[in-house]
């Protein structure tokens, strides 16, 4: 329809949401491809004297390039940091960061001259592809769980999952007043120690082996089928808070677990950029400590 | 021996009249004492002649101003000149811009002398329509409360009268004949810029005369889908919403903002209404006669033109609708959520939102340490989220009851607070979508190095753990989204967002986003 | 029995009571609301503990699962009084003095409140990984601080420590750093050098600086010159830019175990196909390539043997080259079928007379003793058959002939004029006694023309394959001059071609004359020998055939003075 849209062009903003994947029409996937390819024909090209390696003038271009190319890499977790300077926006930053990461397998590959061996020069090589690896662990999480995790919450954030929980923990207690006393021990348990997250291990895998309220809701069963039936009706009730219960703390974990996902692979990325610079650093003086 | 004579001079009095009445006083006592007096306004109104280095005296201006300006015909010399303090004048020459498209407006003006030419096609700036002296314009983006939606320059050597908004709607209250002019001069202008610049206004005339401007509440129906009649609706301020009923439900396929016409087609085509249109805000609806309209189109070819294109579109978007494309929901959200009586709204895209809250941080680290947007709060429709932040409402809920009026609006929309905040937590309350807080100003922190290099400091974003907040001081004044209108390069939260999740669109762009189908 | 049961609240310092009497057989804690004292908790039994009002006293007794706390101590049931404090679960009972006509007066307080259900939740769960502990600044200061220690610290400390090598590595002393050695190798050391692989400073002799000459000479000091290093001024900008080029250029180490040795042609090409420009007086033709571009070889001959002269001759030009040993040798008249009978009648093959060298490269010169004496007998008497003139200097040959049959004379005496002819004499008439000394002068005279004659026969002495000198004297012989080596820039290694026959290579089947070149053109090598890339043939390189470093040219780089 054509909405006369005066205004529409103001301030060159977006007005769609635009993954940094497509950004700008995959602007930075064809600069990326474009410096690989300048690489390989580069390499190809020259053909010096005994075998390609880093050290001859495409070895060394390509080297400069690759350690150009990482330090403006490291320095994305600065940037994405600097709210008040104007550098762009952030998403064409971190578009760039992923492709021109991706080139720069091509780039350092190729100026390794396929030469590797145990030593720093190799270490450097590995930590990289490390980096770059985990980066490409990062990039398929940001794009698969944001939808799950919004899928799993059906609207409602965490704060307001714990207050759920918070309130039913709460109507367990009193719920739970006219049971028996297993099963109130169960329930008790099952409030006192109801389990969210916890180690780095616990919040990626979803593997909460002691949690109560399964535990109460195992025992319950047992418990239910040979009750009174006024201990039965007041067992129902807990039964039910309990599965609600249940279901929630599962959504929460759950959620807990997506967000862990898209994080953890950070606690990679960084500290291993961080050896790589060390390990390239060494390289580079090493090589011409001892030219 | 020259009589004495007993004056007994007498006023109206009042402590709102006590400025009045001095000056009054002193006129009539100069005047028993034969001096030539001038009200006390002359040398303000002459200022502002001179300013404009207009070669008049004040009265022949106000004699200009009853004579031209047919608004003001049923004016006094007093309601005149007292318009006149609040206004300005324009002397501009051939070329001049007088309004610019995309400005945020608030005021009128009026064409004393000279002529204007509208631009009605932002990539043709050649094609004008013209008015000439008498006429005014301006008042669209004034009632609508948007921006101005055209570009005005001067076409020959001309003089313009502005009056600001405020001064405008008095006058309008005070003299009712007044709005009425309005609305039928902007009527005639609205169809003419809207659809047929360049044809005379009196091929105008008839379709004029026929139309009514008809007012609507928010759900208000303008047109049911299935009835009979034909009128067509050209929407002066507000915005409707355009919807079809497949399978016994509303899908909205469309979203209408004010300065567009809706209900051509059932006009053009002789059958019955294809799609509902209702009033999403409050809205003002020009009502012109279909006959009418047919008329003109027949007299003017290219007026047929540009309608059918238009109408080709919305029969492209109408069969979208039946093919069931999921547009509506949005706006359905929209609606429920006010984002339609937005101007500027952060809308979240869940599928590409990280939860990093890089926004909020920027936020935070832009504004003293107090992060003015909430991620995670929120409704959310599908993969749309709304965050709570300041919506800067077409129509401020926070204004309406700020003592010190310490809230405005910047000239490019921004809804702002000002540092004459008094902490009275008015605008809190008045907000329905809680985007203002009250806080107090949390103390310096280590920098962005010392935090990256050693841990030092919070690091950036807004420490909330009750330490933090018990070491926040000064009093407590109110905070809310500025759009961050002093810092260059625009909101902070979108250039921040790594992912291309958060972006900031106005609602002439929700087309876009309805598009996309909240995906 | 008869109790006051108060319920107390604390809010601050202030303490709310609700005192109210029971009657019951006795009284019983427990979470039910059958229970005298009703104590609303999850945490408590449905019937926890029932005191009882027995004769001695007051007793408590437990009814649940869980055991009592009384005074702090566990227990199953005990006698309390006024004074003593209960625990069950979140509730203190503590009993007091009671009034009169009460059995018992007690005060319940709930005493560990749980607490906001959602900060406790919020506390006890840990959401989120930044909640972990772990920390990305942590882990990338270690990994930073580590490697940085680990891959410069460590190997610039020890190199500082290991110091330049003075002398030549022979037998390298102990130490050296195998940390530093594998850290900051780049590449596989090759196999030559491995030995004082732990010493880096043996060639790395100063921190940013690249190799030197002085390091390599060190120990490869005698290293030959590529240019004969008298026309090293006519060779100008040849030899500046050899001088120049460091040793390190071409030999470029930590390529591999056969790194150090060149075998690219193409390090070769650069300068060969454009020297014919640039150094014109040194007669190096065009090499662009193998084979393709490699030019016909040129054969060293002999061009003068009197004066010694070799000339080199291209195989293709059109004057065809011709060999002047000043020896006449047929080779075809030794390859009869038919055989020598010194040999056995076996037909003659190539090795009878061309033996290799102990390396196998090429051959031994042909000497008369080695290989034509056996047939070719410098006889000289027929009486005398194991008699031979010395061979090679043909002076002597006369004064040793003379020299023998004049001591045979002296020796034996001159043999009666015709001692093998029987001589008939009549009977009673003695021969008449020569005259000795005169007649044994004549004897040697004659005997030595006569043996002279022989021995300087043209068909069967020496004339036969040598070329008479006649300007010196009649039994002069020209000298001869045979070359071993024929393509002097190359080696070409005979035994790694032993697989080949002789005469695949070599015409010495037709070949009549001295004067045959028969030597191979590079049209033959390339029958087998192909680029340095080929598939289909022998892959080789420039350096298969020449070398760089030539020992006859001098000494390529002069060797510093050796630094104290």
Redesign the interface.
């Known amino acids: 329809m054509t909405v006369t849209d005066p205004v529409g062009a103001l301030r060159g903003r977006r007005s769609r949401h635009e993954s940094f994947l497509i950004y700008a029409r995959f602007r930075y996937l064809k600069i990326a491809c474009a410096a690989a390819v300048v690489s390989i024909v580069l390499y190809l090209v020259d053909s010096p004297y005994p075998s390609r390696y880093g050290g001859s003038w495409v070895g060394y271009t390509l080297g400069s390039a690759g350690a150009f190319l990482i330090l403006w890499l490291m320095w994305f977790g600065y940037r994405k940091r600097s709210y008040l300077k104007n550098q762009g926006n952030l998403v064409a930053w971190l578009s760039a960061h992923v492709y021109l990461g991706l080139s720069l397998l091509v780039i350092a590959t190729l100026h390794t001259g396929f030469h590797f061996g145990w030593n720093i020069h190799t270490l450097a090589y590995g930590l990289m592809c490390l980096v770059i690896a985990s980066g490409g662990f990062g990039v398929f999480s940001y794009v698969r769980y944001p939808r799950l995790m919004t899928g799993n919450r059906l609207g409602i954030g965490m704060p307001e999952m714990l207050s759920r929980i918070a309130s039913l923990n709460d109507q367990l207690r009193t719920a739970a007043m006219n049971v028996d006393d297993r099963t109130a021990r169960l329930v008790e348990r099952a409030v006192e120690t109801t389990l969210l997250g916890g180690s780095f291990w616990r919040q990626l895998s979803v593997y909460y082996p002691n949690c109560a309220t399964a535990a109460a809701l195992a025992g319950i069963s047992e418990i239910q089928a040979n009750a009174t039936p006024e201990l039965a009706m007041a067992m129902r009730q807990v039964r039910v808070l309990l599965e609600d219960q249940g279901q929630l703390l599962t959504r929460a974990r759950q959620d807990i677990q997506y967000k862990a996902m898209m994080d953890i692979w950070l606690y990679f990325h960084v500290p291993l950029s961080f050896a790589l610079l060390a390990a390239l650093l060494a390289h580079v003086i090493a090589v011409f400590y001892l030219w | 021996m020259t009589p004495t004579r007993l004056y007994v001079i007498g006023a109206l009095a009042g402590y709102p009249l006590i400025k009045h009445c001095l000056n009054q006083g002193y006129e009539v006592v100069e005047y028993i004492l034969g001096n030539n007096i001038a009200p006390a306004d002359e040398p303000l109104i002459q200022a502002k002649l001179d300013h404009a280095d207009v070669a008049m005296t004040v009265g022949e201006l106000v004699t200009t101003v009853r004579e031209r300006l047919p608004l003001f015909a049923t004016l006094t010399t007093l309601q005149i000149r007292e318009f006149l303090i609040r206004s300005r004048l324009y002397k501009k020459q051939p070329g001049d811009v007088v309004i610019t498209l995309g400005e945020y407006a608030n005021s009128v003006y009026f064409i004393l002398d000279g002529e204007v030419g509208i631009r009605t096609d932002p990539k043709n700036p050649e094609e004008l329509a013209k008015l000439g002296a008498g006429k005014f314009f301006g008042e669209l983006a004034l009632l609508s409360g948007r921006r101005r939606t055209r570009t005005v320059v001067a076409t020959a050597p001309s003089l313009l009268l502005e009056i600001d908004r405020n001064t405008m709607i008095r006058l309008v209250r005070s003299v009712p004949e007044v709005k009425q002019a309005i609305d039928s001069q902007a009527v005639i202008r609205q169809i003419k810029v809207g659809l047929a610049p360049e044809v005379d206004d009196q091929l105008l005339d008839e379709v004029v005369r026929t139309a009514q401007v008809v007012e609507f509440k928010p759900d208000d129906t303008l047109i049911e889908q299935g009835a009979h009649d034909d009128w067509v609706y050209l929407i002066r301020s507000g915005s409707v919403s355009v919807s079809v009923r497949l399978g016994g439900k509303d899908i909205v396929n469309a979203y209408v903002p004010a300065g567009n016409f809706v209900g051509e087609m059932a006009m053009l085509m002789h059958a019955p209404r294809s799609a509902t249109v209702k009033a999403a805000v409050a809205t003002e609806a020009i009502r012109i006669d279909s006959s009418a309209f047919r008329a003109l189109l027949d007299r003017a070819p290219r007026v047929r033109q540009q309608v059918e294109k238009t109408l080709n579109e919305r029969l492209v978007e109408h069969h979208r609708a039946e093919l069931g494309i999921e547009r509506g929901g949005v706006l359905e959200f929209f609606r429920r959520t006010g984002v339609v009586e937005a101007t500027d709204v952060l809308l979240i895209d869940e599928s590409l939102c990280v939860r990093c809250d890089n926004c909020e941080k920027a936020c935070a680290q832009t504004h003293h340490g107090i992060s003015r947007l909430n991620r995670e709060a929120g409704p959310t429709y599908a993969t749309l989220h709304v965050p709570t932040s300041c919506r800067h409402c077409e129509d401020p809920h926070c204004m309406k009851d700020c003592p010190p009026d310490a809230i405005h609006r910047a000239p490019n929309g921004e809804v702002f607070i000002g540092d004459n905040c008094i902490g009275c937590g008015n605008c809190e309350r008045n907000c329905p979508y809680g985007v203002i807080q009250m806080a107090a100003t949390p103390p310096e922190k280590p920098g962005l190095l010392s935090w990256l290099l050693f841990g030092m400091g919070y690091g950036p974003g807004e420490d909330k753990s009750p330490e933090a907040i018990a070491r926040r001081t000064g009093s407590k004044h109110a905070v809310k989204c500025d759009m961050c209108k002093d810092i260059d390069g625009g909101p902070a939260c979108v250039r921040a967002c790594p992912t291309g999740a958060a972006i900031r669109v106005a609602p002439e762009q929700f087309i876009n986003v309805m598009r996309q189908g909240g995906r | 029995m008869q109790a006051e049961v108060t319920f107390l609240t604390r809010r601050g310092t202030a303490v709310m009571r609700r005192p109210h009497t029971i009657t019951a057989e006795s009284v019983r804690f427990g979470?039910?609301?059958d229970n005298e004292v009703p104590l609303?908790?999850?945490?408590v039994?449905?019937t926890a503990a029932a005191l009882h009002q027995r004769a001695d006293g007051l007793f408590i007794e437990r009814l649940?699962?869980s055991l009592l706390h009384v005074n702090g101590e566990t227990t199953d049931a005990r006698l309390v009084g006024p004074g003593d404090e209960i625990r069950i679960g979140p509730y203190k009972i503590v009993l007091s003095e009671p009034p009169q006509g009460i059995g018992a007066a007690l005060s319940v307080e709930f005493v560990q409140p749980?607490g906001?259900?959602?900060q406790?939740?919020?506390t006890?769960?840990?959401?989120?990984?930044?909640?972990?502990g772990?920390?990305?600044?942590r882990?990338?200061?270690?990994?930073?601080?580590?490697?940085?220690i680990v891959?410069?610290g460590v190997?610039?400390a020890l190199?500082s420590v290991e110091g330049p090598v003075k002398q030549s590595t022979s037998s390298p002393a102990g130490g050296g750093s195998t940390f530093l050695s594998?850290?900051?190798?780049?590449?596989?050391l090759s196999n030559p050098h491995r030995y004082f692989a732990r010493h880096?400073a043996t060639c790395?002799r100063a921190?940013?600086?690249?190799?030197e000459d002085s390091a390599c000479l060190t120990c490869h000091s005698g290293i030959g010159n590529h240019i004969q290093s008298a026309t090293e001024g006519d060779a100008g900008p040849v030899h500046r830019h050899l001088q120049a080029t460091r040793c390190a250029e071409?030999h470029?180490e930590h390529?591999g175990l056969q790194?150090l040795v060149?075998r690219?042609g193409?390090?070769c090409v650069g300068c060969h196909r454009s020297l014919a420009e640039t150094v014109p007086k040194a007669e190096i033709r065009e090499v662009r390539g193998f084979p393709g571009g490699h030019p016909q070889f040129r054969v060293t001959l002999v061009s003068d043997a009197v004066k010694k002269n070799v000339e080199r001759v291209d195989l293709g030009s059109d004057s065809k080259p011709a060999d002047r040993p000043n020896l006449v040798f047929s080779h075809v008249a030794h390859l009869v079928p038919e055989g020598f009978p010194a040999l056995g009648y076996k037909p003659m093959v190539c090795s009878d007379c061309h033996v290799p060298e102990p390396s196998g490269q090429g051959f031994l010169a042909i000497t008369y003793k080695g290989q034509c004496q056996r047939c070719h007998t410098l006889k000289f008497d027929a009486k005398l058959p194991w008699e031979e003139v010395p061979h090679g200097d043909d002076a002597r040959v006369q004064t040793d002939v003379e020299g023998f049959y004049a001591s045979a004379a002296l020796e034996h005496g001159v043999p009666p004029p015709s001692s093998t002819e029987i001589e008939r004499r009549l009977p009673g008439i003695n021969p008449a006694p020569p005259s000795e000394a005169l007649g044994r002068r004549a004897w040697v005279r004659e005997q030595t023309a006569r043996a002279l004659g022989i021995v300087f026969d043209e068909k069967r002495g020496c004339f036969y394959c040598h070329i008479p000198d006649r300007a010196s004297g009649p039994f002069r012989v020209a000298p001869v001059m045979m070359l071993t080596r024929f393509l002097a820039p190359a080696r070409f290694d005979h035994a790694k071609h032993a697989p080949i026959e002789c005469g695949d290579c070599h015409g010495a089947r037709h070949s009549e004359a001295s004067s045959d070149i028969l030597i191979p053109g590079i049209e033959r090598c390339v029958t087998c020998h192909g680029a340095e890339t080929a598939s289909f043939n022998v892959q080789s390189t420039c350096t298969l055939c020449h070398v760089f470093h030539r020992q006859e040219f001098g000494q390529m780089r002069q060797v510093m003075a050796v630094e104290k």
């Open positions: 979470r039910g609301t609303a908790d999850i945490r039994e449905l649940g699962d749980l906001d259900s959602l406790r939740l919020m006890g769960s840990r959401i989120g990984l930044d909640q972990t772990l920390s990305k600044r882990a990338s200061w270690v990994l930073f601080v580590v490697l940085t891959g410069l190997p610039i190199y594998i850290v900051w190798n780049p590449g596989q880096c790395h921190a940013f600086a690249r190799v071409c470029k390529r790194s060149i690219e193409a390090l």
